[in-house]
């Protein structure tokens, strides 16, 4: 079945980079998401990249995408204590109404 | 953008009681509602995909007569944990295709006592 998979926690320096790791089994993935959870409460999407695509850009995040090797990163550039968060990989073979799978988390520590 | 309401954001309850969970699409109409169960340090797994106006699908391992997944209109979707246990507290989280991809509620943190 589909597997996603992501390290559990990292912690930076408040103003470095934040980079978050994600690696997925499933090769039809078509969707992958990166989702924000603040602490009790819901998730919020954060970005997304198509698998046609190799990079994205937005304001201070950036998704970059290894089909080959299956693997997804999200940096999160001059990192702010408000960052602090647990961030979500997931992906979904065609989005819109099929299944999302989604990785443990990574909980990530801004240092001020 | 998209926003599904989800209520309550707390509950606790005493064990062997039932409670509802609503989730609510404001501004759009969502004919799928997946609902999703999280366990403390744990990712978010799916227990049920609900369709308008059709029965819901299960995952695996899920018991539907456990946790009754109404979908009655194109905008609330209810799921009704019965004769709830210790066992069932969790954090309960809706979620809805949209443009973008999903739009999620804020999560039901349910304790049974």
């Known amino acids: 079945g589909e597997d996603v998979e992501q390290s559990l926690f990292l912690s930076v320096r408040e103003g470095d980079s934040s980079v978050i790791n994600c690696t997925y089994t499933d090769s039809s993935s078509t969707y992958l998401y990166w989702y924000k959870q603040e602490p009790g409460a819901g998730l919020q999407l954060l970005t997304y990249i198509f698998s046609n695509m190799d990079m994205k850009q937005d304001q201070r995040l950036t998704v970059l995408l290894n089909k080959k090797d299956k693997h997804l990163s999200l940096r999160i550039a001059d990192t702010q204590t408000g960052d602090s968060a647990i961030y979500f990989c997931a992906e979904s073979p065609s989005g819109g109404y099929q299944k999302v799978t989604f990785g443990i988390g990574t909980k990530l520590q801004v240092i001020p | ?113």
């Open chain 2, 1 to 113: 953008g998209a926003v599904v309401s989800q209520h309550p954001s707390r509950v606790i309850c005493k064990s062997g009681t039932s409670v509802k969970i609503e989730c609510r699409s404001l501004d759009f109409q969502a004919t799928t509602m997946f609902w999703y169960r999280q366990f403390p340090k744990q990712s978010l797994m799916l227990m049920a995909t609900s369709n308008e106006g059709s029965k819901a699908t299960y995952e695996q391992g899920v018991e539907k007569d456990k946790f009754l997944i109404n979908h009655a209109s194109l905008t609330l979707s209810t799921l009704t944990v019965t004769s709830a246990h210790p066992e069932d507290s969790s954090f309960y989280i809706c979620s809805a295709p949209d443009s973008y991809g999903y739009t999620f509620g804020s999560g039901t943190r349910l304790t049974v006592v």
